[in-house]
């Protein structure tokens, strides 16, 4: 336990319950099977003991997380992909002791087609890039060993009044209608983004909008103070964002996305420096005129986190604390952690370290 600036690491106790949320239709559909295959035999010989929820319908495991007695559980761990574990952590922050609630330790064990923060994990731990049942390997050996770290989340809000929390990424454009686009091809698993982005860049769209940013160099308090439910950072739709903010003079994008985490997928490393709390969002923003070679060799460089280094002129990338996305035009869909928003104006900011999750380092 060090307690630095309110960081709390810690360690499961022995003997540990862990309550497990299984989404049996998630990826390609073998979840229980992976979890009978690998995951349980691991925990029986760590001596970890479980309760299996598999849920039945969307929502599900957010309505058990909301109202249920959470105390009997050591950690509430999630075999699904990111969108079964964005339902938790907004579940938990719907309880009327969230405070509490939302430092329950969390873990992610990867069983669907979109697991960015199961990758991330991977890579904070010093290991090589990981598929499939070896992700899984490695994140249930995580979870045997039982040591938690704390993660920042963000809190998103629309000018229609939704309220989300986010622990992945935010997106508009490009990335996103991949995301989006590609869900029918969940039966592909992880290959389904390279599916949709083929696709996508087809049908290339320009995406007119205003952003702002509060840069992290710029930003005087750390995130962590004043935290929610209050958002500090921010200031109400109808004013404009404080003067100290920048505003983005481009107005045209193919793709707008702010990242907390490393990967976006297993083989999709968009944030190579982002860390588990670093108090930052990640936002990169790519403006209209890129050709289409231009993004496909951008692409092709994110799968090993290298495209910045192309010095590519379209593309933008800067930390920030908080920032404000103000459409043009609300056609489309918006992604939180990979799951679809309609699109409307929304601004975030980060609260450093508001919950925390099982990690290998
Ligand atoms: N039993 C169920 N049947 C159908 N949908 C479910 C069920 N349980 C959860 N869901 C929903 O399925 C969605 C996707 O879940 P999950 O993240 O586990 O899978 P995935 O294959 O990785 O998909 P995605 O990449 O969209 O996140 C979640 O939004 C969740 O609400």
């Not at 903010?245 to 990967?263: D, G, L, N, R």
């Amino acid at each position: 336990y060090l307690p630095a600036r309110g960081v709390t690491w810690g360690l499961l106790p022995r003997p540990c319950h862990v309550l497990v949320l299984l989404n049996p239709q998630s990826g390609t559909g073998c979840a229980l099977q992976l979890f009978r295959s690998l995951v349980e035999p691991m925990l029986a010989e760590a001596d970890v003991a479980f309760t299996l929820f598999v849920t039945e319908r969307p929502n599900h495991a957010r309505e058990l997380v909301q109202a249920g007695d959470l105390s009997q559980w050591d950690t509430v761990a999630v075999l699904a992909g990111d969108g079964l574990l964005y339902e938790v952590v907004n579940g938990l922050m719907e309880r009327p002791d969230w405070q509490a609630a939302i430092k329950k330790p969390l873990c992610t064990l990867p069983g669907g087609s979109g697991n960015a923060l199961a990758a991330s994990i991977n890579h904070y731990a010093g290991n090589t890039r990981a598929f499939k049942e070896e992700l899984l390997t490695n994140c249930t050996y995580f979870l045997c060993k039982g040591l938690y770290a704390p993660m920042d989340l963000v809190s998103l809000s629309t000018a229609s009044g939704k309220h989300l929390f986010s622990f992945l990424s935010f997106g508009w454009g490009f990335i996103s209608d991949v995301d989006i686009a590609s869900e029918k091809y969940r039966q592909l698993g992880n290959a389904r983004f390279t599916v949709g982005t083929i696709q996508q860049l087809a049908g290339l769209k320009v995406y007119k909008g205003r952003l702002s940013y509060l840069p992290v160099e710029t930003s005087s308090s750390p995130a962590h103070e004043g935290s929610w439910p209050e958002d500090p950072l921010l200031v109400p739709f109808d004013q404009p964002v404080p003067k100290h903010w920048t505003v983005v003079p481009e107005e045209e994008f193919i793709s707008i996305f702010a990242i907390y985490q490393s990967h976006l997928g297993a083989d999709f490393t968009m944030a190579p420096m982002a860390k588990l709390h670093d108090g930052s969002i990640h936002l990169f923003y790519l403006k209209a005129g890129v050709s289409r070679l231009g993004l496909i060799k951008l692409f092709l460089a994110m799968e090993k986190g290298t495209h910045l280094g192309l010095n590519c002129p379209h593309l933008h990338y800067v930390p920030v604390r908080a920032f404000r996305l103000e459409p043009f035009v609300s056609t489309g869909l918006m992604t939180v952690d990979g799951e679809p928003l309609a699109c409307e104006p929304v601004q975030g900011q980060v609260h450093d370290q508001l919950c925390r999750i099982i990690s290998g380092s």
